[in-house]
């Protein structure tokens, strides 16, 4: 993983371990995050290095948090997720065959990521929060010896920097971005992890500038997540939206794609 700005760090995380011998390699991991090496801390937020993995403790979460792309929702939907005639997949634009490059401008915990590349796309997660990254290159690098999904783990890269700075600089058929919806958390029916994510990496106020930034960069179309009774990402209204039970895929096709229809056999998907 490529580690870049450590801008959006929230500074009151600190890095332990349950394994003496793992203490050493925690306190490298802290002195790269720029954060403490601290024992263990039930009542605070800590990253904690186990035998097994890298995992998220909180005091009113429950049971730990580490990213799994063998087991559990992520095989889960690997196996029984729709493959190209599930809604994310359509508004991507693989109906058709097409497997477009893709950068996912806000990997999170790499789930939707891990979907596209089960499909056949190569695909660049960006992720600015770097206790999020760190979660998902630990999980990215255990997932590279599974038999089952190496392959599929070969065409997800991670980069620890911010989307918006990045899409400057590089441009991709597809970007695809999931912001952290404000009204998410408060719901009674938001998932744990996903109220994790919304602690650690804080409201996504920038949605729309990183949308503007990924209409600039990419080739052919960007695709918004949103929740389905949500507004458009600042206004902007899109070419076309796919819907499923609770989400709204947002479309927007770019000017380039659509002066050369012909090229783009996934348009009207
Ligand atoms: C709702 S989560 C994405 C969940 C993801 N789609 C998944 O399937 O796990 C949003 C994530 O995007 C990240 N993020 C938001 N804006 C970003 C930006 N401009 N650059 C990089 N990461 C960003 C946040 O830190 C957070 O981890």
Redesign the pocket.
């Given at each position: 993983m490529h580690l870049g700005n450590l801008l959006?760090m929230p500074n009151n995380i600190s890095i332990s371990t349950d394994s003496a011998e793992l203490e050493q390699k925690a306190i490298e991991l802290a002195n790269k995050l720029n954060t403490s090496f601290a024992s263990l801390k039930p009542q605070q937020i800590q990253l904690v290095l186990t035998q097994q993995h890298i995992e998220i403790r909180a005091p009113d979460l429950g049971n730990p948090i580490f990213i799994d792309f063998e087991q559990g929702k992520n095989a889960h939907r690997r196996q029984f997720g729709g493959g190209r005639g599930q809604p994310l997949a359509k508004a991507i634009g693989l109906k058709k065959g097409a497997t477009p490059t893709i950068i996912?401008?806000?990997?999170?915990?790499?789930?939707?990521?891990f979907v596209l590349a089960n499909l056949g796309c190569q695909i660049t997660l960006?992720?600015?929060?770097p206790f999020?990254a760190t979660l998902l290159e630990d999980a990215l690098n255990r997932a590279q010896n599974s038999p089952e999904i190496s392959d599929v783990i070969k065409q997800m890269s991670l980069i620890n920097?911010?989307?918006?700075a990045?899409l400057n600089q590089h441009r991709a058929d597809v970007i695809y971005m999931?912001?952290?919806y404000p009204s998410r958390e408060k719901s009674a029916l938001v998932k744990k992890d996903?109220r994790l994510?919304h602690q650690?990496?804080g409201a996504?106020t920038?949605?729309e500038q990183?949308l503007t930034s990924a209409r600039k960069s990419a080739i052919k179309r960007v695709v918004v997540?949103r929740p389905k009774s949500a507004p458009f990402v600042g206004e902007q209204k899109p070419s076309t939206s796919i819907e499923s039970k609770n989400t709204r895929y947002d479309v927007y096709l770019t000017n380039e794609s659509l002066s050369h229809p012909t090229k783009d056999p996934t348009l009207l998907s």
């Open positions: 959006a996912d401008a806000t990997a999170g915990f790499g789930r939707d990521a960006i992720e600015r929060n999020i920097h911010d989307a918006i990045y999931d912001p952290m996903m994510l650690l990496a996504d920038d949605s990183l997540k």
